[in-house]
């Protein structure tokens, strides 16, 4: 494990890419070896949102904040492609809304009542779409396809209180939690674009999939 840890540094820190990209990727990836960074026994990764008290920060991966990596996805994309899994195998409920931070194997069979993260919800779909683009496992894709379509579903879905496109008119409403912590219930380019994102890579992964209905 050393020498091929230090084999990537010095390939990283040797190569003739411009010394900002090298900061950024040693600098992002480093969080992966720290403690805001978990692997449970079956490989899935558990991430905090950071080092600082923690009473302050989710006690395991947070929707919101992880969605945006990118390190992790492009540097080792199994780590990213387990936490997808992940999400859809045990952070959604059966109208499709994703938990906003990922449940603990302790209460795998427990219902949770979490506020969906709006950001978060469309953009594990279009995480999704990367990580597919990246790889070409259709395997892998269909083992998470239907709840990806829950997932989007659920912005009009009849029983959710969140009231996100009940008409499906293109764009959203309603109460719209997000990452900064706050909510937003009216049409906004930033979330809509997740939406409208979300919903564009889902039609193209659903002619894939051979799921005419969805495309």
Same mark, same amino acid.
Not at 53 to 71: F, H, P, R, V
Not at 200 to 211: F, G, I, L, T
């Given at each position: ?20 990209? $090298?900061? #950024?990727?040693? @600098?992002?990836?480093?969080?992966? !070896?720290? +403690? ?55 952070? $959604?409920? #059966?109208?499709? @809304?994703?938990?906003?931070?990922? !449940?603990? +194997? ?110």
């Amino acid at each position: 494990l050393y020498e091929e840890t230090d084999m990537y540094r010095q390939l990283l820190f040797s190569s003739t890419l411009p010394n900002d990209i $090298i900061e #950024a990727v040693s @600098a992002n990836v480093a969080a992966l !070896k720290s +403690p805001v960074c978990v692997r449970i026994r079956d490989g899935s990764l558990y991430m905090l949102d950071g080092n600082g008290n923690i009473k302050e920060l989710c006690d395991s991966t947070c929707n919101g904040i992880w969605n945006y990596g990118y390190a992790h996805s492009y540097l080792f994309p199994n780590i990213e492609r387990s936490v997808l899994k992940y999400h859809y195998t045990h952070d $959604i409920d #059966a109208r499709g @809304a994703l938990s906003f931070v990922a !449940k603990p +194997p302790s209460v795998f069979k427990q219902d949770h009542n979490d506020t969906p993260c709006f950001d978060a919800q469309f953009g594990n779909v279009l995480n999704v779409y990367r990580e597919f683009k990246l790889c070409g496992n259709i395997e892998w894709l269909a083992s998470i396809w239907k709840d990806v379509v829950k997932s989007i579903e659920f912005a009009w879905h009849p029983d959710s209180t969140f009231q996100w496109s009940p008409d499906k008119a293109g764009y959203i409403a309603g109460r719209q939690y997000h990452t900064l912590g706050t909510e937003l219930f009216s049409p906004n380019c930033w979330l809509d674009s997740f939406y409208v994102a979300a919903l564009k890579a889902a039609a193209e992964m659903a002619v894939v999939m051979k799921d005419k209905k969805h495309a």
